[in-house]
């Protein structure tokens, strides 16, 4: 091999088909999780073999939000806490593109809280990745709503006393049929569920739990974000089907991750045309598909 040869392979990033290089390097902190949360996802996306001109990205606002900008697909980067209905607008006008959402838990559900249960109950077909980091990160490190009690924000300096959401109970309460969660570590089990989300008729959500290394791990004196990633991935207890009650986050405490729910149930644009055929008849053309599906 040339020597001109042994650096182009060198210099080629094996996923630089789906990422926009000349974005690169990135604005993340180091060691925060996010650069192998976006790498599983591209793992997936090769994993299925999706025509990469039928797949849309949207993200919010926040760190996770820039996802979308490092990305060589169609790309949205929405307002803080749109994301969710901006995805569920993309998909009724093109119900033949697989939509992913990849962005935050402040975004996704606190501001974006609303939109997040009411688009699961609806079932929309749509795949939500909420890459969770327990604190509002790019705006200061103020506290979240997944801010674990006693944990410290900029906004709590002796610890947090609100009860934090659990993610995936939200989401499966609300109507999700595929709820997972890992850690950042978990690059191939992650991979896997992202791929598992994205095939999924209806809405799908996998949680990632992720070290804000800048703020988090500073404020509660947690060491470096490699420290903090390696301690969730360590503590953690691979648990499928785990009863959702039960898997609340505690402050430095065991994580249970896994795949929590995969059921089967009629989506937004399935049980729309079921609905519309029943008053039309044969007039009715279904919306989505000669056959009626998303």
Request: charged share 20%.
């Amino acid at each position: 091999m040339s020597v001109e040869t042994t650096k182009q392979v060198s210099d080629e990033h094996p996923m630089e088909h789906l990422l926009r290089m000349d974005r690169i390097p990135h604005i993340w902190c180091s060691t925060c999780g996010l650069g192998t949360t976006v790498r599983a996802l591209a793992e997936a996306l090769e994993q299925l073999e999706i025509d990469h001109d039928k797949v849309a990205v949207v993200s919010g606002i926040g760190c996770t939000g820039r996802v979308a900008g490092y990305l060589k697909l169609d790309s949205f980067h929405t307002t803080h806490g749109r994301a969710v209905p901006f995805a569920m607008g993309l998909h009724i006008a093109r119900p033949d593109m697989k939509v992913i959402v990849f962005s935050g838990d402040g975004d996704l559900v606190s501001i974006g809280g609303n939109h997040f249960i009411h688009t699961a109950r609806r079932n929309i077909d749509i795949t939500v990745i909420c890459v969770n980091n327990f604190i509002y990160a790019m705006t200061g490190g103020q506290v979240a709503p997944t801010t674990p009690i006693r944990a410290r924000s900029k906004t709590t300096p002796y610890g947090n006393y609100e009860t934090p959401f659990n993610i995936p109970l939200l989401a499966a309460s609300s109507g999700a049929v595929y709820v997972a969660r890992w850690t950042a570590l978990h690059v191939r089990r992650m991979a896997m569920s992202f791929a598992e989300a994205i095939s999924k008729r209806g809405f799908s959500l996998v949680e990632v739990i992720a070290p804000c290394s800048t703020l988090y791990a500073r404020l509660n004196k947690l060491g470096t974000g490699l420290s903090l990633m390696k301690f969730y991935h360590d503590n953690s207890e691979i648990r499928h089907g785990a009863d959702l009650n039960d898997i609340a986050i505690d402050y430095q405490s065991k994580i249970v991750v896994g795949k929590f729910l995969d059921v089967e149930k009629p989506t937004y644009l399935d049980a729309l045309n079921h609905h519309n055929a029943g008053i039309f008849g044969d007039k009715y053309k279904p919306y989505g598909g000669g056959n009626g599906s998303d």
